[in-house]
């Protein structure tokens, strides 16, 4: 069975652009969730979206959104970027929403110059 | 105060040593428990959920001390390919399913 998959792997933008990042769960798997990883830290949690409504969000500025989609898939737009949103952007799928165990994709390594 | 404190290491040890990382968390309303391992500019894998009677997974065993807030990992029989940061992580249902992550300790096992 596939796993998370995410797109693209890599990305690099300048500054003041905009990036949409795309995330498929695993089959059957209802909730999605958006993480932001720097290095040398942990993720940090941008937003949880189940069955299409948002269910958590994070610290993060308005500049950041998501979405998702009837097929489960989500979106992650971030508007104006800055060098410090530099990071490894990481989307992880649950069964449901709640405490369940969570698995994530590879990844989308972002730069901004 | 971080919602979740690990000790960042490294740790390196020899094959076949036991090794031990422990973690703290802040909010007593945390519900769930997780150890994540994330190889080098790879994903978090999860290792295994920590229940509070303890839950062991071949070498791996994991406690959880709810009054102290405590939850360790205990690594016995060390391989090399056990190299690799662990995460601590914790989450509570107020918080939508959000994981709080740990910032990681880093484990060296050598020959």
């Known amino acids: 069975d596939a796993g998370v998959t995410q797109s693209p792997t890599h990305l690099i933008k300048t500054r003041g652009q905009h990036v949409t990042l795309r995330c498929s769960p695993i089959s059957g798997h209802k909730s999605v969730s958006w993480y932001q990883q720097v290095l040398g830290q942990g993720p940090q949690f941008i937003f949880q979206y189940y069955e299409k409504e948002e269910r958590g969000r994070g610290n993060f500025p308005d500049r950041f959104s998501a979405r998702q989609f009837p097929n489960y898939s989500s979106e992650l737009n971030v508007n104006a970027l800055l060098l410090g949103d530099s990071a490894l952007y990481l989307c992880?799928?649950?069964?449901?929403?709640?405490?369940?165990?969570?698995?994530f994709g590879p990844g989308t390594r972002l730069t901004v110059t | 105060r971080k919602e979740v404190e690990q000790d960042p290491g490294p740790f390196n040890v020899p094959e076949g040593a036991t090794v031990a990382f422990n973690c703290t968390y802040s909010?007593?309303?945390?519900?769930?428990f997780f150890w994540y391992r994330q190889d080098c500019r790879k994903e978090p894998k999860l290792l295994m959920s920590?229940?509070?009677s303890g839950n062991e997974d071949g070498r791996f065993t994991a406690q959880l001390n709810r009054a102290s807030q405590y939850i360790s990992l205990l690594i016995r029989d060390s391989k090399l390919s056990d190299s690799a940061t662990y995460l601590c992580v914790v989450s509570f249902t107020g918080g939508g399913n959000k994981l709080t992550f740990g910032t990681g300790t880093q484990l060296k096992v050598e020959l």
């Open positions: 992880a799928s649950s069964l449901v929403g709640g405490d369940y165990e969570q698995y």
């Open positions: 909010n007593s309303a945390s519900q769930s």
């Open positions: 920590v229940y509070s």
